[in-house]
T-cell receptor, first 114, second 110 residues
Framework: EPEVTQTPSHQVTQMGQEVILRCVPI?????FYWYRQILGQKVEFLVS????????KSEIFDDQFSVERPDGSNFTLKIRSTKLEDSAMYFC????????????FGAGTRLSVL | GEDVEQSLFLSVREGDSSVINCTYT??????LYWYKQEPGAGLQLLTY?????DMKQDQRLTVLLNKKDKHLSLRIADTQTGDSAIYFC??????????FGKGTMLLVSP
């Protein structure tokens, strides 16, 4: 069964460093998303992406964050200068063309900022 | 703003039915979802219901939606130890946003 793949599974970085979290959405899906879950808190929406542009973003998604689809298969989340409070599990999701109401999630990348 | 609330913990015996409840606030939600998260894994879509439906059944899973009370429930029949996980209720808000609850940890004992 096709699945959303995220790498790495765990990323450790120093405060102030840039990180790039990578996702390979399900093939032929057209809508892409990033969510995060801080330990013990709710899963929170960050951003959605369609047709090579951001379609929606939350207040969390400030200028420190950016997303990109650099080629036909990858979807990345970049955090420019990480803060301690960016430590969280980051989930990528994707939706097919004919069912954008259904989001399929990856296993997540745990980001630890030291 | 939108909010989704769930009880945090449910413990049942193997073979019993489990009922996980959820309340939401956005009356304009069009889709409501149940996701399952096993330890160390991602969010697995279990089932979803469109807001014009009252009930949806899928094998051992039954979803009930009371739109008037903004209440959603997930019933798992004949619960197995493999059903032990965290179950998240979510509603679709905005163009593409999902708003999640904190999750209900279901513990199934033999």
């Amino acid at each position: 069964e096709p699945e959303v793949t995220q790498t790495p599974s765990h990323q450790v970085t120093q405060m102030g460093q840039e990180v790039i979290l990578r996702c390979v959405p399900i093939s032929n899906h057209l809508y892409f998303y990033w969510y995060r879950q801080i330990l013990g808190q709710k899963v929170e929406f960050l951003v959605s992406f369609y047709n090579n542009e951001i379609s929606e973003k939350s207040e969390i998604f400030d200028d420190q964050f950016s997303v990109e689809r650099p080629d036909g298969s990858n979807f990345t989340l970049k955090i420019r200068s990480t803060k301690l409070e960016d430590s969280a599990m980051y989930f990528c999701a994707s939706s097919p063309r004919d069912s954008k109401n259904i989001q399929y999630f990856g296993a997540g990348t745990r980001l630890s900022v030291l | 703003g939108e909010d989704v609330e769930q009880s945090l913990f449910l413990s049942v015996r193997e073979g019993d039915s489990s009922v996980i409840n959820c309340t939401y606030t956005d009356s304009s939600s069009t889709y409501l979802y149940w996701y399952k998260q096993e330890p160390g894994a991602g969010l697995q879509l279990l089932t979803y219901i469109f807001s014009n439906m009252d009930m949806k059944q899928d094998q051992r899973l039954t979803v009930l939606l009371n739109k008037k009370d903004k209440h959603l429930s997930l019933r798992i029949a004949d619960t197995q130890t493999g059903d032990s996980a965290i179950y998240f209720c979510a509603e679709r808000t905005g163009y593409s946003t999902l708003t999640f609850g904190k999750g209900t940890m279901l513990l199934v004992s033999p």
